[in-house]
């Protein structure tokens, strides 16, 4: 997949974050759709961007999904990339907390909304010549970090759910991708203090775009960017130790 021919291009979580990132470095050279909850953070996105076109939507409400399906195949038919990169992540203590709403939340939104975007987009997404669904997981897919156990299993999860997708669409005109990224700076590091800021290495989200769109143009499906690579081959020689590293940060 070439990423500056002229698509047409659906960004999720695209008004901040990762999600921004991919729409400022694609829209030069491709029309680009971006969805968010924030309405102001959105026309400010709009305001910024070129060729830019915006709606809200929350990745959670399959109401919502299902609205956005309806607006995009009539107004953008021609639609052949999908960016599933909405996410939320917090940090849970699972001897604390037991409110439903707050332990299913990660799920709902990082699983389940791109579960349901993926296959609810795949009639329009097959009527093009060519088309991608990116997915953004992580590095925690691999390796949990303790203090955030419910967005690492959503992460896991949506990696499991990307191979299978890419096996079902083989025989298709359809590319699935899989983008782990390690600690990248975005809204979410900011639930972290300085002191454990201080012991990760954190990544621009212009470096983790720049080096995603490298590796889609060359044809590379599952893309580690950061230390992710380094922390899924320690992951394979020992299990114990990485997961050991990884929540001593």
Known sequence: ????????????GGASGIG???????CETNTVIITGRNKQKLEKAKEELKNIHIFECDMSSAKDIK?????ISYEF???????????IMKKIDLQKESNYEILTEEITTNLNGTIFMSTLFLPLLKKQKQ??????????????????????????????FTKSLRIQLKNTNINVYDIAPSVTKTAITD?????????????????LVNSSLKEINKGTKDIGIGETN?????????PSFALNMINKV
Not at 20 to 26: G, I, M, N
Not at 77 to 87: D, T
Request: glycine letters at 2%; one cysteine or more; a positive charge.
């Open 1 to 12: 997949m070439k990423t500056n021919n002229k698509n047409t291009i659906l960004i999720t």
């Open 20 to 26: 921004y990132e991919f729409a400022k470095q694609l």
């Open 67 to 71: 609205a956005l399906y309806e607006i």
């Open 77 to 87: 038919p021609e639609l052949n990339i999908l960016i599933n990169n909405a996410g």
């Open 131 to 160: 088309a991608s669904i990116i997915n953004i997981t992580s590095a925690l897919g691999f390796v949990p970090l303790a203090a955030s156990p419910i967005y690492c299993a959503s992460k896991a999860a949506l990696q499991s």
């Open 191 to 207: 639930q972290f203090s300085n002191e454990e800021l201080k012991k990760m290495k954190i990544m621009t989200t212009t470096t």
């Open 230 to 238: 380094a922390l899924k081959m320690l992951n394979r020689i020992s």
